[in-house]
């Protein structure tokens, strides 16, 4: 099914090559700290109105009918062990179900070869949450970086059970 804003999911066509290379994890959590802080900080993001908690359990959230979404961060030190443990080489993508505010993917897109990230969030106002965080990111780093985050990363506000 198409994402639920009217964009489309990235096509399985050969991705663009990396524009830049790896950025540290080091790195990375200093730049998205910073992107955070713009925006008030991680727990003013993470807890903003319809981002964390049972959103509208009177209203289904998907099609499958589920009512209850809750929201659990995945810091970049989990991350990095993921990656670290299932690392991404050229060419390979990685992949984020309820992506939330898409700090993993925005890790996975700048700290590692492959070729795309994608995030998909079902919660509108993560999904929107995940855009700024995207662009304050984008904010924080060189153009190589910023670059390589608009060619490889897609945060997608959809359903991915229908």
């Known amino acids: 099914a198409p994402p639920l804003d009217g964009t489309t999911l990235p096509t399985t066509a050969a991705p663009p090559a990396p524009a830049a290379p790896p950025m540290t994890v080091h790195v990375f959590k200093k730049k998205l700290t910073k992107a955070l802080d713009a925006l008030g900080g991680r727990y003013a993001v993470e807890t903003a109105p319809g981002v964390r908690g049972n959103l509208a359990p009177e209203t289904a959230v998907c099609a499958s009918g589920q009512r209850d979404a809750h929201y659990g961060a995945v810091l970049p030190g989990l ?3 993921i990656l670290r443990r299932a690392p991404l080489r050229a060419g390979e993508t ?21 070729a795309r ?4 969030e079902v919660v509108r106002t993560r999904h929107a949450a995940a855009l700024e ?3 304050a990111l984008a904010d924080e780093v060189d153009a190589a970086a910023r670059a390589s985050l ?3 990363c897609a945060l997608v506000l959809g359903d991915a059970f229908s």
């Open 79 to 81: 991350v990095e062990d």
């Open 94 to 114: 990685f992949a984020d179900v309820g992506s939330g505010i898409g700090s993993a993917v925005l890790q996975a897109a700048l700290t590692t070869q492959c």
């Open 117 to 120: 990230a994608t995030g998909v």
């Open 133 to 135: 965080v995207r662009t």
């Open 150 to 152: 608009e060619q490889r």
